[in-house]
Nanobody, 120 residues
């Protein structure tokens, strides 16, 4: 499984970034998508999740600011981050859910992580 993550970098408070995560080398269909983040000295936390059926779930800290989406044809997940705050600074990881027939959705594959820094 190969990941290509892009869109991270430096943003000013109040600014926006759009993270992309393209996955290749997977035999089966990608259903759900998850985005996680890990700030220095903190545990990895869930930021947003998009289920195969389309339902979304967001951490309280990002509700109303972040939007998770996907392009199934491109095996790509996205995280649109608006009104960024300093506390959003972290390494962000994508976590696609691979649907193997007859088995639970497999969330065992992780992107390599992409740095997002919010600072003036």
């Amino acid at each position: 499984v190969q990941f290509v993550e892009s869109g991270g970098g430096l943003a000013q408070p109040g600014g926006s970034l759009r993270l992309s995560c393209e996955v290749s080398g997977i035999t089966f269909r990608i259903g759900g998508w998850g985005w996680y983040r890990q700030a220095p000295g903190k545990q990895r936390e869930s930021v947003a999740h998009l289920a195969d059926g389309g339902a979304t779930n967001y951490a309280d800290s990002v509700k109303g600011r972040f939007i998770i989406s996907r392009d199934n044809a491109k095996n790509t997940g996205y995280l649109q981050m608006n009104n960024l705050k300093a506390e959003d600074t972290a390494v962000y990881y994508c976590n696609p859910g691979v649907i193997v027939p007859g088995r639970p959705v497999n969330y065992g594959n992780w992107g390599q992580g992409i740095q997002v820094t919010v600072s003036s």
